[in-house]
Nanobody, 124 residues
Framework: QVHLVESGGGMVQAGGSLRLSCTASGRTSERYHVGWFRQAPGKEREFVARISWSGGSTSYADSVKGRFTISRDNAKNTVYLQMNTLKPEDTAVYYC?????????????????WGQGTQVTVSS
């Protein structure tokens, strides 16, 4: 079992930045990949970014490429999502998730463990 806790959400004006953290506890010795997803009110949960266990592979949704950066520090059992040039359409609850597969396209089905989410609100 891997327990995930997100932090770093908040309210920011358009053009601003936030850094989200996802800290794992429990069976952290397992080599899990981590993804970030987000869900806005009335919408489905959507993929944002993911990073492999080693940190050597990453991928991003087209909507955040060039603005968001995912990274990880395995010594701290923490994955980060640096979000720059935020837009009102980035407003959502952001979730991190851990899984053991790396398919060509990242979906929610790929992940076994989920955090409780952190709210990000971007005002115009």
């Amino acid at each position: 079992q891997v327990h995930l806790v997100e932090s770093g959400g908040g309210m920011v004006q358009a053009g601003g930045s936030l850094r989200l953290s996802c800290t794992a506890s429990g069976r952290t010795s397992e080599r899990y990949h981590v993804g970030w997803f987000r869900q806005a009110p009335g919408k489905e949960r959507e993929f944002v970014a993911r990073i492999s266990w080693s940190g050597g592979s990453t991928s991003y949704a087209d909507s955040v490429k060039g603005r968001f950066t995912i990274s990880r520090d395995n010594a701290k059992n923490t994955v980060y999502l640096q979000m720059n040039t935020l837009k009102p359409e980035d407003t959502a609850v952001y979730y991190c998730a851990a899984g053991f597969y790396w398919p060509a396209v990242s979906t929610t089905d790929q992940y076994s463990y989920w955090g409780q989410g952190t709210q990000v609100t971007v005002s115009s």
